[in-house]
């Protein structure tokens, strides 16, 4: 606690817009009447991309005899998997980690592992995992530094619903507040916004994408007799910043301890989680300080192959989430009730074999990559920016959409980012640069110019014909 009436927990998110054409940060209670959940984005549609749909067809009366369906099938497999390590040799833009070897973990996929509610309480469905979960959930509490007996939490399954729960333990612990997110954070923390029709506020950035505190600060001073509910980014979606978590945490000391503001912190991490937390330097996450809630997600640098997460808060919050199920002969206190029990066994085989020294020296060659990565680009005359502490690099948005479609880039305006994870070599970064640069004495004469990027990486880091 801060104090004797503050409470912090933070989290990390994106933009996003109201489907009634508002801004987010302009859902307010006054607002629920004229909310209307069916109405049209007031944004342009992306274009549609056709795929050939792979259609279910009834099985014809002699295909046990002659085999032909199962044929069929395993033709239709065999191209599917040729396609996909096609598309995995040319997976750049997203932060998954494809670097990984469960072929030991094959043994258990006949059965059906299910971990229905609360993973500290048995249920009468014997087929689960929680022995797993509740693993894995001990190895983070002590990352995060929290006693077993002080923490409760789950495998979730994807990174936005660890969003979903941190937040919504925010809005039941004080149903009136206000919830705090910088503009770069990830969609989901805005998404929650609407689901649970709270009152949202976003925060400017830095040009590095980091939560600016000045205008934090502004912005709890005009709601100073509401709660704040806070989320702190550990690694951006687009730019992969770091909001510095103990300026956060003093700028909330200084904005409300004093005017008896009541806090709810839940701390975010995407992709650059587990690199802030296996470096020196950076500001650390643990529970000894303020903070009400932890997610992070388990599909991309740790390298579980299907969407999965960890999210940890205080078991002194949870009690007002936490219900009895009688089918169940549980609690539940979760959003999805059932949840993958296979993700936990993943989870707990990698944890195993690599450890924390393992996750240090995946950590040290993702930054070197990234560096290497910058460092050509900006030879290159191609303008780039690396954040400390990342290992996202964010540089111009290629013209040919068929170049970011082949890469797989994620892009946002003029910028397109690479992140760099444990799976991605020097060999394929050669690979990226090479076609990038070709394709640039293509895209680029002396009628088109490159974009300039000054006001989206900074001056420093642009390469236009201004600014070179």
């Known amino acids: 606690m801060v104090g004797s009436n503050v409470e912090v927990d933070a989290t990390m998110s994106l933009n996003g817009s109201l489907a009634n054409g508002k801004s987010v940060e302009h859902l307010a209670v006054a607002d629920v009447e004229s909310f209307d959940p069916t109405a049209v984005v007031a944004e342009p549609v992306p274009p549609v991309v056709q795929a050939n749909n792979e259609d279910v067809t ?60 609360d993973p500290f309480i048995e249920s009468n469905y014997g087929v689960h995992s929680r022995q797993f979960e509740v693993g894995v959930l001990d190895w983070f509490a002590r990352l995060w530094e929290i006693e077993k007996n002080d923490y409760w939490g789950y495998i979730t399954n994807c990174g936005t619903e660890g969003n979903l729960h941190g937040i919504l333990v925010g809005r039941e612990v004080f149903p009136d507040g206000i919830l705090y997110a910088s503009k770069e954070s990830h969609y989901s923390v805005f998404k929650a916004a609407r689901m649970y029709r709270m009152e949202c506020e976003k925060v400017a950035t830095l040009v590095t994408g980091e939560i600016d505190c000045k205008d934090f600060k502004e912005k709890l001073l005009l709601n100073k007799d509401k709660p704040a509910i806070i ?22 000391e200084e904005s409300c301890e004093s005017r008896g503001i009541r806090l709810e912190v839940h701390v975010e991490g995407v992709e650059a989680y587990l690199i802030v937390m296996f470096l020196g330097g950076a500001p650390k996450v643990t529970f000894k300080k303020p903070i009400g809630s932890v997610s992070v997600s388990g599909h991309k640098f740790v390298g579980c192959p299907m969407p999965c997460g960890v999210q940890l808060t205080r078991l002194k919050h949870i009690n ?3 219900r009895n199920v009688e089918y169940l002969a549980s609690r539940d206190a979760t959003i999805m009730g059932s949840r993958n029990g296979h993700a936990p066994i993943f989870l707990w085989y990698t944890l195993n074999r690599k450890g924390y020294k393992g996750f240090q020296k995946e950590v040290q060659k993702c930054l070197r990559n990234a560096h290497y990565l910058k460092d050509r680009l900006r030879e290159a005359g191609i303008s780039a920016m690396l954040n400390e502490l990342s290992s996202t690099v964010v540089f111009e948005r290629p013209r040919d959409e068929e170049f970011v479609r082949r890469w797989q880039l994620a892009c946002e305006g003029n910028m397109a980012h690479i992140v760099v994870m444990p799976s991605v070599t020097i060999q394929k970064l050669d690979y990226f640069l090479n076609e990038i640069i070709q394709g640039r004495s293509i895209w680029y004469n002396d009628e088109v110019q490159p974009p300039c990027l000054a006001a989206d990486i900074g001056r420093d880091n642009c390469s236009c014909a201004l600014h070179k």
């Open 58 to 117: 009834e099985p014809d009366a002699d295909d046990e005899s002659t085999g032909d369906k199962d044929a069929y099938m395993a033709s239709v497999l065999a191209r599917y998997r040729k396609t996909l390590m096609e598309r995995t040799k040319h997976h750049l833009g997203y932060p998954y980690n494809l670097d990984f070897d469960y072929g030991a973990l094959s043994q258990l996929q006949h059965f059906s592992i299910n971990n229905l509610g």
């Open 231 to 252: 989320n702190v980014n550990i690694g951006t979606t687009v730019k992969g910043a770091v909001d510095d978590l103990d300026l956060v945490i003093q700028t909330l």
């Open 320 to 322: 007002a989430l936490s």
